[in-house]
């Protein structure tokens, strides 16, 4: 149960269920009374400062309403902006309404130019968002641009879409809180797309509704339980066969620094042999990293190794055929950069693709993904679960959906949301890392889903490393997070071994 996402679907059956078991209001009361002390935990010293609450027509602003009357409750001076709609609001919410009048909340029609507030909440709009939001909002929610306390959004940031993370409409706003208060269940638009930017830190709140209510959901909040049971600590009687050998396949002429990077990635992250297997004549070896072996790709045996193709491997003719032969090869195979987009322009290399049994990992950033579907790269990001479970389909392969919030699909449908990583990775050459490290977790044997779910892991958590250490995110360099992933994953390793 632990790390499900739901969709907005999913949520109100969740809803419809609790609700039809418990009394009227308990569920929004509940909602009100967890946010009123996560808000107060978010208040700390500040707890003297007003805290602005925005109340939006439905029962998001309700939830805000019961948030604001327990916080006047506690002695806390809790001032709302209530922007009802056209409609009637739901029985709950005009209930919480009252309780708040008939408290010590305050009421207020406009926002004061320069509150010096200790917390905002946003309670304008959840689930229900079923459109762009209107001028009236607006104004309130581009108001919070100068906001420099906390803010808190109750269950989804008000103008963020809680299936796809995309904010809503072409001219779209969105909150960007620094919090988020998720309610009865965690949902995928909080965690990729626009959703890290504007949801924050995101808390989940169960609201006392057991498992007997929860539908089975078919995505999930990458954690490295997915893969922990394959951090076996090295056994000494081993020798470097043991590790698995992984051929790099790209560096057309001028490009011979991405196959680089992804073979580096590979061999610091534990491959027992690494090839690099050239198009075009390039470097003997890698001064850096000199145990890597560079061969000419034309004549390279692509059979029994893990392969790795894509990487600066251009479009060419050669390129081509030699992806047409890693396709028909039995070797797991990781599907990178140019030869994505080279079996987006071919139905016959897609073929090839969807007929292969051995473990296939495709790695698009969304522009490759966009190649592969036929669709540009904003329709991608619009929805980037379904582009993800599209693309697995299609080519019957894992797939890694790069970017904030890697989205990883399997032909199944099964999901996961890769939560770690940051902005310093979006810098030339990260890519390739993350190809390499696929493919060294392939060529020791993992499962295509365990190495796609773990290799995003890892390097996302490389990143984190580094810039923990202060290096990035602004500067990261790709050729850093080799080594970073070498940390990251002797330290799970370890911590296998000890039990946690
Ligand atoms: N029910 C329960 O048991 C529980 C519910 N909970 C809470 O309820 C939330 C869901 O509540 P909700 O369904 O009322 O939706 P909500 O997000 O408040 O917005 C809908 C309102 O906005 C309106 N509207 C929509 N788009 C608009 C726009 N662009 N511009 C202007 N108006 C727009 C729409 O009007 P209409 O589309 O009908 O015209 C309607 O009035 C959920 O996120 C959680 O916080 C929790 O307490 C747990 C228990
Ligand atoms: N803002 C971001 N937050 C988290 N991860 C990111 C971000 N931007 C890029 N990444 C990650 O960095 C890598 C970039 O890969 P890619 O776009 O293929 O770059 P390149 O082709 O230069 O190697 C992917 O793993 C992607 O998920
Ligand atoms: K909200």
Redesign the pocket.
Known sequence: MDNHLYTVAQLRAIEASAYAVLPPGTLMQRAGAAAAQFAMQLLGERRDRPVLVLAGPGNNGGDALELAANLADAGIDALVLHLPGQRDASIETATAHERARDGTVGFIDMLPPDGDWGLVVDGLFGIGLTRPIGDEYREAIAALADVRCPILALDVPSGLDADTGAIIGPDGIAVRATHTITFLGDKPGLHTADGRDHAGLVHVEMLGVGPEHLPQSQARLGTDDVFAHRLAARRHNTHKGSFGDVAIVGGAHGMAG?PVLAARGALLTGAGRVFVAMLDPGPGYDSMQPELMFRAADDFELDKRTLVIGPGMGGSASAMRLLAKALDSDSPLVID?DAITLIGASPDLLARLAARSAPTIL?P?PLEAARLLGKDAGEVQADRLQAARDMAVRTNATVIL???G?VIAQPNGETVINPT???G????????V?AGICGTLLAQGWPAWEAASGA?WI??AA?DLLVANGVGPIGLT?GELPAAARAVLNMLVLDAADGN
């Not at 990775?425 to 390739?432: C, E, P, Q, V």
């Open positions: 991405a950069a790695t950033h790069k970017g904030s890697s990583g940051n902005a990775l979006a810098t030339a050459g990260s890519g390739d993350l995003t390097h996302g990143a790709a």
